[in-house]
């Protein structure tokens, strides 16, 4: 109403808005609050009654438990005397064994600093993809992450991970040297270069390069703990996209036998459960690689999850595909795209832009699935509370505290995982309107 | 080793040299650590401690037999096998010994084709029970629900049992020890039964082992030997002498303490032979003359790796009973040195 | 050929294999197919060569010799005796045993709780997006040992029931809950049950003829016949009339405690009921989203209309937005039911005889057969997914047809 400021005729004039009276108490504050959200109906006040039953008998029966919690003794039985007699949870164990949780029993502690910068360090290379408002600088970082965190985890010669680096990168230039006369040149030729850099190298890298490596070489199978679980994620993840991708690809591309492998991978894949595919890593695998090497059980558990989480993540990206409309392709055609370029750099961008909160769930899944390799003998958070921890003298009988610590920290990392793809599909939402 | 380079910079230092064709022995040695197959955690006989390092009595017979190789008994490589891997581990090469209390029966020395060495431990299954239950023998069992650990041969020993007393029981089989004695402490099972071994260490971590009893039926003869596979007779070979090597220390009283001592020569010629100052059986065997004194350094006769992983003063606390050597009554008899 | 307008005839080069959309999709199916055909020839020449060395073969002979084990739960008469093969057989059926039955509660838990999450309720909407949340971001296989366990400790185990004064009773005399399973009496068929059976069948039969007519009725002619009271009547009366007719043939087995267990009565084991209990509610906390997103795909005009029409609440849910939703809701949850079905296999953990622990659990132990019960195993699952694959495809083209 500032526009009645300008008329000077009328004798009294309010220059301040009378300040709005508050609702009378039955419309507003927390009693129209509880009457509209928990009693609006006789049906919803019975509901809510039987909530806040529910709540407290859980609350109940869990908080003395939780609270009257025992932190530092050294074994079970000293727990129970502790306790004497009351019921209470034993968290000691967490504090004695969190190593054990966190890294496994083989990692050698006074490395523990290893997996802990990697893990800071793929928060930061994971960044600028999760979060497209940071630089594209960060990126270069993201591309060099796998390799720094091959190196700080696994240690050894740091000649592997810059050969398999310098490998990617030649392989990388022979790409953009070669992609403007064709995608699929610039595609088999780069891959055909970084195979040579690959395999020349490996002849360069002299026997016993590791033993005195500034970081000294940690065996797979030494991981584990929830670190393990952590790892098989990252990696299965990130292996499993590009894979992703291209079995999509050639699940609607035209070409029968293509589109007929592609099929058939990936039915079988989604047919199977993955502790079965397991099972393949464990105990059929070994027999396929050639005789003369026997790869570790790490690597095969890799293999196979990273097919399991490719084909799912291919169905995903083939509805992100199959949303976009048919125009799209049309006029990518028109302009005389071929199909390299036109999957480049019309289709498969928004394409992906669509499948990521899908993208997002499977790789959530896929973390929670890791847990399963505690049934083929690895020592992942379940493996080693099933295995070591509860088979030795001092711990064995202690089972709620464990499982429930194992249940809060997958809950931590899926949940802010979910709650991450629910403000990606938000902000999608609205580039697309 | 070359191509090992090459693929451990493109995947994750994954491909090592294998084995499978070429001489066991000559492989281990070549790569100065010995794979080792063991149980993913039965404390006693192989478990991770707290600080990460195995113990137990399979755990010291790997460390025995890489000291007798190898000529150090901390060059073992564990690696963790299930019940369900353990054969294929084995059979694919990448592990070069499987001591994993596991039974020596005719189809997995045969059908299987692996080679047991020699028992490392005769066991046998028994059952555990409730005190307040009143059961004093297996056969009134009937009808009772019984906990079975999987992983030996326990449910077929189980079945036979059950079958051949003509009476019924509910079987309800579990992966892991731990699990398995919160069932049978809730009251979900009735006795609870797998290697008497093993019933007597979980005992022995109850809150109130007193109220608990082994029955005293052992159901049947469980000879838990290391083995090798088929075919690599010099290899079994290795390990099948180690392991006598251990036992006949132990009746010929030759301890870790007092080994080096009598290296340096005795009047008893078999002792001389064993520990290699007399002879040439460690030639024969591909291996160092003091191939024994080194296995035996490593982690003590048998005697000695029984005593301290399981025996009476262990958390454990079993008797030596058929473990023990021949001369005490026991099945140990290990075939002479010469 | 020799005409202007013709092309000039174009030499073949080697490049046109690759640059030319003429020959580019067969050189890249030749690609791929000598890819495949390589690979497939490597594995399979190491795999043979591998087994000759280790000195073994590909047999499935073990599948026809004596298992040697025992089944606490099984659906079809077996004994350690059987082979091998029937053990799997157990095994099958207690899979699809406890995925049907994890199938239907999830999908009544989900619905409930989709909807409830939908609720005005501030309170139980919360309390929902909580169970959903906590089920959906914790692995199953947690799940599985936490519920496993708690079954085991808070439920009694059956001394309880046992003395003067028993910790624990039976409920109603009939169903005894104790943490190896619950007991319920079983059906005993006398002479003449039959003809009640036949009866029953019937009248579920003319329940839904009547509720049939009435529908038509109402379309054609506009009156409204009552359906709840008569449909209970069909359902109940002539039953029940057959029964009291015939003498009573269907006796109860009441489980009575002899011995270490019950016995008598049908007993659902433990494992089983734990398996169930976790795939459904975890099962469940999915299918909810999956509704909830269902039921908020339905544009908020349908509700409006529909209470502009004079329907209540509950029938707007019932006869506008649900049969709507539907269309949304079923692929996802199709999907779940293979996911439950695949998440069956877990069962290994709880001592459950499904088709892992069988032959791939205790047979692959103790033949040592692991190729063989492998192969098996995902040919099994594999067969399996395809039949729910059929289903939905065929659901698909179904709903496809009545759209407009």
Same mark, same amino acid.
Request: aromatic fraction near 10%.
């Given at each position: 109403?500032?526009?009645?400021?300008?008329?000077?005729?009328?004798?009294?004039?309010?220059?301040?808005?009378?300040?709005?009276?508050?609702?009378?108490?039955?419309?507003?504050?927390p009693?129209r609050?509880?009457?509209?959200?928990?009693?609006?109906?006789?049906?919803?006040?019975l509901?809510?009654?039987?909530?806040?039953?529910?709540?407290?008998?859980?609350?109940?029966s869990?908080?003395?438990?939780?609270?009257?919690?025992?932190w530092?003794?050294?074994?079970?039985?000293?727990?129970?005397?502790?306790?004497d007699?009351?019921?209470?949870?034993?968290?000691?164990?967490?504090?004695?064994?969190w190593?054990?949780?966190?890294?496994?029993?083989?990692y050698?502690?006074?490395?523990?600093?290893?997996?802990?910068?990697?893990?800071?360090?793929?928060?930061?290379?994971a960044?600028?993809?999760?979060f497209?408002?940071?630089?594209?600088?960060?990126?270069?970082?993201?591309?060099?992450?796998?390799?720094?965190?091959?190196?700080?985890?696994?240690?050894?010669?740091?000649l592997?991970?810059?050969?398999?680096?310098?490998?990617?990168?030649?392989?990388?230039?022979?790409?953009?040297?070669?992609?403007?006369r064709?995608?699929?040149?610039?595609?088999?030729?780069?891959?055909?270069?970084?195979?040579?850099?690959?395999?020349?190298?490996?002849?360069?890298?002299?026997?016993?390069?590791?033993?005195?490596?500034?970081?000294?070489?940690?065996?797979?199978?030494?991981?584990?703990?929830?670190?393990?679980?952590?790892?098989?994620?990252?990696?299965?993840?990130?292996?499993?996209?590009?894979?992703?991708?291209?079995?999509?690809?050639?699940?609607?591309?035209?070409?029968?036998?293509?589109k007929?492998?592609c099929?058939?991978?990936?039915?079988f894949?989604?047919?199977?459960?993955?502790?079965?595919?397991?099972?393949?890593?464990?105990?059929?695998?070994?027999?396929?690689?050639?005789?003369?090497?026997?790869?570790?059980?790490?690597?095969?558990?890799?293999?196979?999850?990273?097919?399991?989480?490719?084909?799912?993540?291919a169905?995903?990206?083939?509805?992100?595909?199959?949303?976009?409309?048919?125009?799209?392709?049309?006029?990518?055609?028109?302009?005389?795209?071929?199909?390299?370029?036109?999957?480049?750099?019309i289709?498969?961008?928004?394409?992906?832009?669509?499948?990521?909160?899908?993208?997002?769930?499977?790789?959530?899944?896929?973390?929670?699935d890791?847990?399963?390799?505690?049934?083929i003998?690895?020592?992942?958070?379940?493996?080693?509370i099933?295995?070591?921890?509860?088979?030795?003298?001092e711990?064995?009988?202690?089972?709620w505290?464990?499982?429930?610590?194992?249940?809060?920290?997958f809950?931590?990392?899926?949940?802010?995982?979910?709650?991450?793809?629910?403000?990606?599909?938000?902000?999608?939402?609205?580039?697309?309107? | 080793?070359?191509?090992?380079?090459?693929?451990?910079?493109?995947?994750?230092?994954?491909?090592?040299?294998?084995?499978a064709?070429?001489?066991?022995?000559?492989?281990?040695?070549?790569?100065?650590?010995?794979?080792?197959?063991?149980?993913?955690?039965?404390?006693?006989?192989?478990a991770?401690?707290?600080?990460?390092?195995?113990?137990?009595?399979?755990?010291?017979?790997?460390?025995?037999?890489a000291?007798?190789?190898?000529?150090?008994?901390?060059?073992?490589?564990?690696?963790?096998?299930?019940?369900?891997?353990?054969?294929?581990?084995?059979?694919?090469?990448?592990?070069?010994?499987?001591?994993?209390n596991t039974?020596?029966?005719?189809?997995?020395?045969?059908?299987?084709?692996?080679e047991?060495?020699?028992?490392?431990?005769?066991?046998?299954?028994?059952?555990?029970?409730?005190?307040?239950?009143?059961?004093?023998?297996?056969?009134?069992?009937?009808?009772?629900?019984?906990?079975?650990?999987?992983?030996?041969?326990?449910?077929?020993?189980?079945a036979?049992?059950?079958?051949?007393?003509?009476?019924?029981?509910?079987?309800?089989?579990?992966?892991?020890?731990?699990?398995g004695?919160?069932?049978?402490?809730?009251?979900?099972?009735?006795?609870?039964?797998?290697?008497?071994?093993?019933?007597?260490?979980?005992?022995?971590t109850?809150?109130?082992?007193?109220?608990?009893?082994?029955?005293?039926?052992?159901?049947?003869?469980?000879?838990?030997a290391?083995?090798?596979?088929?075919?690599?007779?010099?290899?079994?070979?290795?390990?099948?002498?180690?392991l006598?090597?251990?036992?006949?220390?132990?009746?010929l009283?030759?301890?870790?303490?007092n080994?080096?001592?009598?290296?340096?020569?005795?009047?008893?010629?078999?002792?001389?032979r064993?520990?290699?100052?007399?002879?040439?059986?460690?030639?024969?065997?591909?291996?160092?003359?003091?191939?024994?004194?080194?296995?035996?350094?490593?982690?003590?006769?048998?005697?000695?790796?029984?005593?301290?992983?399981?025996?009476?003063t262990?958390?454990?606390?079993?008797?030596?009973?058929?473990?023990?050597?021949?001369t005490?009554?026991?099945?140990?008899?290990?075939?002479?040195?010469? | 050929?020799?005409?202007?307008?013709?092309?000039?005839?174009e030499?073949f080069?080697?490049?046109?294999?690759?640059?030319?959309?003429?020959?580019?999709?067969?050189?890249?199916?030749?690609?791929?197919?000598?890819l495949l055909?390589?690979s497939?020839?490597?594995?399979?020449?190491?795999?043979?060569?591998?087994?000759?060395?280790?000195?073994l073969?590909?047999?499935?002979g073990?599948?026809?010799?004596?298992?040697?084990?025992?089944?606490?739960?099984?659906?079809?008469?077996?004994?350690?005796?059987?082979?091998?093969?029937?053990?799997?057989?157990?095994g099958?059926?207690?899979?699809?045993?406890?995925?049907?039955?994890?199938?239907a509660?999830?999908?009544?838990?989900g619905?409930?709780?989709?909807?409830?999450?939908?609720?005005?309720?501030?309170?139980?909407?919360?309390?929902?997006?909580?169970?959903?949340?906590?089920?959906?971001?914790?692995?199953?296989?947690?799940?599985?040992?936490?519920?496993?366990?708690?079954?085991?400790?808070?439920?009694?185990?059956?001394?309880?029931?046992?003395?003067?004064?028993?910790?624990a009773?039976?409920?109603?005399?009939?169903?005894?809950?104790?943490?190896?399973?619950?007991?319920?009496?079983?059906?005993?068929w006398?002479?003449g049950?039959?003809?009640?059976?036949?009866?029953?069948?019937?009248?579920?039969?003319?329940?839904?003829?009547?509720?049939?007519?009435?529908t038509?009725?109402?379309?054609?002619?506009?009156?409204?016949?009552?359906?709840?009271?008569?449909?209970?009547?069909?359902?109940?009366?002539?039953?029940?009339?057959?029964?009291?007719?015939?003498?009573?043939?269907?006796?109860?087995?009441y489980?009575?405690?002899?011995?270490?267990?019950?016995?008598?009565?049908?007993?659902?084991?433990a494992?089983?009921i734990?398996?169930?209990?976790?795939?459904?509610?975890?099962?469940?906390?999915?299918?909810?989203?999956?509704?909830?997103?269902?039921?908020?795909?339905?544009?908020?005009?349908?509700?409006?209309?529909?209470a502009?029409?004079?329907?209540?609440?509950?029938?707007?849910?019932?006869?506008?937005?649900?049969p709507?939703?539907?269309?949304?809701i079923?692929?996802? $949850?199709?999907?779940? !039911? =293979?996911? %439950?079905?695949?998440?069956? &296999? /877990?069962?290994?953990? +709880?001592?459950?005889?499904?088709?892992?622990?069988?032959?791939?659990?205790?047979t692959?132990?103790?033949?040592?057969?692991?190729?063989?019960?492998?192969?098996? $195993?995902?040919?099994? !699952? =594999?067969? %399996?997914?395809?039949?729910? &694959? /059929?289903?939905?495809? +065929?659901?698909?083209?179904?709903?496809?047809?009545?759209?407009?």
């Amino acid at each position: 109403m500032s526009d009645q400021n300008n008329k000077p005729a009328v004798a009294f004039v309010r220059e301040q808005p009378i300040p709005a009276s508050p609702p009378p108490t039955s419309a507003s504050g927390p009693v129209r609050w509880l009457q509209e959200n928990l009693f609006p109906t006789w049906g919803n006040a019975l509901l809510t009654v039987i909530s806040l039953y529910v709540i407290y008998v859980v609350l109940s029966s869990s908080l003395p438990w939780i609270l009257g919690g025992v932190w530092n003794t050294s074994s079970l039985a000293e727990c129970r005397e502790v306790l004497d007699g009351r019921s209470a949870a034993c968290f000691s164990v967490l504090r004695e064994r969190w190593n054990q949780l966190m890294f496994g029993f083989k990692y050698p502690p006074e490395f523990y600093w290893r997996p802990i910068l990697a893990f800071f360090l793929m928060l930061v290379a994971a960044a600028p993809v999760l979060f497209p408002d940071l630089p594209r600088k960060m990126l270069v970082f993201t591309g060099l992450y796998p390799f720094v965190a091959f190196w700080l985890i696994w240690g050894g010669t740091i000649l592997s991970p810059l050969l398999a680096l310098a490998g990617c990168v030649l392989g990388y230039l022979a790409y953009s040297k070669w992609v403007s006369r064709s995608f699929a040149a610039g595609f088999f030729g780069g891959i055909a270069v970084a195979f040579v850099v690959w395999w020349l190298g490996g002849l360069l890298i002299p026997e016993g390069a590791s033993d005195n490596a500034m970081l000294p070489a940690v065996a797979s199978r030494d991981l584990g703990g929830f670190m393990l679980n952590m790892m098989l994620g990252v990696t299965c993840v990130s292996l499993s996209v590009p894979l992703g991708i291209a079995l999509a690809l050639g699940r609607q591309s035209d070409l029968p036998i293509v589109k007929g492998i592609c099929v058939i991978f990936i039915e079988f894949i989604r047919g199977v459960p993955l502790i079965t595919l397991l099972f393949v890593a464990s105990v059929m695998l070994a027999y396929l690689f050639p005789p003369d090497a026997t790869v570790d059980l790490f690597l095969r558990v890799v293999i196979m999850i990273t097919m399991f989480s490719a084909a799912y993540i291919a169905e995903v990206i083939r509805g992100g595909l199959a949303a976009l409309p048919k125009g799209q392709k049309e006029a990518a055609d028109s302009l005389g795209l071929d199909y390299a370029q036109a999957m480049r750099l019309i289709i498969l961008p928004q394409a992906l832009k669509i499948s990521i909160p899908g993208i997002v769930n499977v790789a959530v899944g896929l973390f929670k699935d890791t847990t399963l390799v505690s049934v083929i003998s690895m020592f992942d958070i379940v493996g080693m509370i099933r295995g070591p921890i509860l088979a030795s003298t001092e711990w064995n009988g202690v089972y709620w505290e464990l499982f429930l610590f194992a249940a809060v920290l997958f809950f931590v990392v899926c949940y802010s995982i979910s709650q991450y793809s629910q403000w990606l599909e938000r902000r999608l939402e609205t580039d697309h309107r | 080793m070359k191509k090992s380079v090459l693929l451990g910079a493109l995947s994750v230092a994954g491909v090592a040299a294998g084995v499978a064709s070429a001489g066991t022995l000559d492989d281990v040695k070549a790569r100065g650590k010995l794979n080792c197959g063991v149980t993913t955690g039965l404390v006693g006989f192989a478990a991770p401690d707290a600080n990460g390092e195995w113990k137990g009595f399979d755990v010291d017979v790997c460390r025995a037999v890489a000291a007798a190789v190898l000529g150090d008994g901390s060059a073992v490589e564990f690696v963790p096998t299930t019940g369900k891997t353990r054969f294929t581990a084995l059979a694919s090469g990448e592990i070069d010994l499987l001591a994993r209390n596991t039974t020596w029966t005719f189809s997995r020395d045969v059908d299987l084709k692996f080679e047991f060495v020699g028992v490392n431990y005769y066991d046998g299954q028994g059952f555990l029970v409730p005190k307040e239950l009143g059961v004093s023998s297996a056969k009134e069992l009937d009808g009772a629900t019984v906990c079975i650990q999987t992983g030996t041969t326990t449910e077929l020993n189980l079945a036979d049992f059950f079958r051949s007393n003509n009476i019924s029981y509910e079987p309800v089989p579990i992966e892991t020890n731990a699990e398995g004695q919160q069932q049978y402490l809730a009251g979900a099972c009735d006795a609870y039964t797998t290697d008497a071994s093993g019933l007597a260490s979980t005992r022995a971590t109850f809150e109130d082992p007193s109220a608990h009893v082994i029955l005293p039926e052992i159901i049947s003869k469980e000879p838990l030997a290391p083995l090798v596979r088929h075919g690599d007779n010099e290899w079994g070979d290795v390990v099948r002498w180690t392991l006598n090597a251990l036992i006949a220390a132990e009746e010929l009283n030759v301890t870790s303490a007092n080994v080096g001592e009598l290296a340096a020569g005795t009047e008893n010629p078999e002792i001389n032979r064993l520990l290699g100052t007399e002879g040439t059986l460690g030639e024969m065997l591909g291996l160092d003359a003091d191939w024994a004194q080194k296995a035996i350094t490593a982690g003590g006769n048998y005697g000695e790796i029984f005593a301290k992983n399981i025996g009476e003063t262990t958390p454990i606390g079993l008797a030596r009973g058929l473990n023990a050597q021949w001369t005490d009554g026991g099945l140990l008899y290990a075939p002479p040195f010469r | 050929m020799t005409t202007i307008s013709d092309p000039p005839t174009e030499q073949f080069r080697l490049s046109m294999l690759l640059n030319d959309t003429r020959y580019r999709s067969a050189t890249f199916q030749a690609i791929a197919v000598i890819l495949l055909v390589a690979s497939i020839a490597y594995l399979g020449s190491n795999l043979a060569k591998n087994l000759r060395e280790a000195g073994l073969d590909i047999s499935f002979g073990f599948l026809s010799t004596p298992a040697g084990y025992d089944i606490n739960q099984t659906l079809i008469p077996y004994n350690n005796q059987d082979t091998n093969l029937r053990a799997a057989l157990v095994g099958i059926l207690n899979t699809l045993l406890v995925s049907f039955l994890a199938c239907a509660t999830a999908t009544i838990l989900g619905v409930f709780a989709g909807v409830l999450r939908l609720s005005q309720n501030w309170l139980v909407r919360k309390l929902m997006s909580f169970y959903v949340e906590i089920f959906r971001n914790i692995p199953v296989l947690i799940w599985i040992l936490i519920i496993y366990g708690i079954m085991t400790v808070s439920m009694p185990g059956p001394r309880d029931f046992r003395g003067e004064n028993a910790s624990a009773s039976m409920l109603l005399d009939a169903v005894a809950v104790t943490n190896r399973g619950v007991y319920i009496p079983a059906p005993v068929w006398g002479p003449g049950s039959m003809v009640v059976v036949a009866v029953f069948v019937l009248s579920v039969i003319g329940v839904f003829a009547y509720r049939r007519y009435a529908t038509k009725l109402l379309y054609d002619t506009g009156r409204l016949l009552p359906t709840t009271w008569p449909s209970i009547a069909i359902f109940f009366v002539p039953t029940l009339l057959a029964f009291f007719v015939m003498g009573s043939p269907i006796g109860l087995d009441y489980p009575a405690l002899k011995g270490f267990n019950f016995q008598g009565g049908i007993k659902i084991g433990a494992p089983l009921i734990a398996l169930w209990f976790a795939l459904s509610v975890y099962t469940g906390a999915f299918i909810a989203e999956n509704v909830r997103a269902g039921i908020q795909a339905v544009s908020k005009g349908q509700t409006e209309a529909a209470a502009a029409l004079g329907l209540r609440p509950g029938r707007i849910m019932n006869l506008v937005v649900l049969p709507q939703a539907l269309r949304v809701i079923i692929p996802p $949850l199709i999907s779940q !039911y =293979l996911n %439950i079905t695949k998440n069956s &296999s /877990l069962a290994i953990l +709880v001592g459950y005889a499904d088709i892992t622990a069988t032959l791939g659990g205790i047979t692959m132990n103790q033949t040592g057969r692991a190729i063989e019960c492998v192969v098996l $195993l995902m040919l099994f !699952y =594999l067969v %399996i997914s395809l039949c729910i &694959s /059929l289903v939905m495809n +065929v659901y698909n083209s179904t709903t496809r047809l009545k759209e407009r």
